[in-house]
T-cell receptor, first 113, second 115 residues
Framework: GENVEQHPSTLSVQEGDSAVIKCTYSDSASNYFPWYKQELGKRPQLIIDIRSNVGEKKDQRIAVTLNKTAKHFSLHITETQPEDSAVYFC????????????FGGGTRVLVKP | GAVVSQHPSRVICKSGTSVKIECRSLDFQATTMFWYRQFPKKSLMLMATSNEGSKATYEQGVEKDKFLINHASLTLSTLTVTSAHPEDSSFYICSGTSGSLDTQYFGPGTRLTVL
């Protein structure tokens, strides 16, 4: 089955700096890669996603890049703000596997004011 | 975006009792619903996939007789934890998708504590 590795597990940045989280996946058949933000005790919220026919996608301060050859994708948050503090999860989905998501281990991001 | 609700949000029960958790899609028809379990400071682990009107598909290591899943309608799936034990204490989260679309919308989660 699919395996998703996520790094780093914790990330501390100064407000205004950029944060980068990297994920690798194992199955080349995976074709959908969402990123979720989860605050303590809350539901995961989709913040951005990318499909395998696209190399990069941006939404305001958030961007995601995908390298299918290397099987890795990254989340970039620019101009970080304290409210960006949360746990971020990457995930990979193989459509042929019934749209099941495999999650990375998560990255706890702390933005220091 | 699509909205998914869960009930209850929090439940405390005695060891040996059964607990039912409901997951509802409020503004879309969820042809597929997923159930996840999340331990403290850990990632989401898929337990099972349920399609409306058919039996759920369980992930390896998840006991289907202990975690009963019913997806009787396009807007409701239930997870029943039977004969709960303290090790079943966790955060249970459902999600739903519509048709062939891949985006999963998550419910707010249910925190189960078994004493």
């Amino acid at each position: 089955g699919e395996n998703v590795e996520q790094h780093p597990s914790t990330l501390s940045v100064q407000e205004g700096d950029s944060a980068v989280i990297k994920c690798t996946y194992s199955d080349s058949a995976s074709n959908y890669f969402p990123w979720y933000k989860q605050e303590l005790g809350k539901r995961p919220q989709l913040i951005i996603d990318i499909r395998s026919n696209v190399g990069e996608k941006k939404d305001q301060r958030i961007a995601v890049t995908l390298n299918k050859t290397a099987k890795h994708f990254s989340l970039h948050i620019t101009e970080t703000q304290p409210e960006d503090s949360a746990v971020y999860f990457c995930a990979a989905m193989m459509g042929a596997a019934g749209n099941k998501l495999t999650f990375g281990g998560g990255t706890r991001v702390l933005v220091k004011p | 975006g699509a909205v998914v609700s869960q009930h209850p949000s929090r439940v405390i029960c005695k060891s040996g009792t059964s607990v039912k958790i409901e997951c509802r899609s409020l503004d879309f028809q969820a042809t597929t619903m997923f159930w996840y379990r999340q331990f403290p400071k850990k990632s989401l682990m898929l337990m099972a996939t349920s399609n409306e009107g058919s039996k759920a598909t369980y992930e390896q290591g998840v006991e289907k007789d202990k975690f009963l899943i019913n997806h009787a309608s396009l807007t409701l799936s239930t997870l029943t934890v039977t004969s709960a034990h303290p090790e079943d204490s966790s955060f249970y989260i459902c999600s739903g998708t519509s048709g062939s679309l891949d985006t999963q919308y998550f419910g707010p989660g249910t925190r189960l504590t078994v004493l």
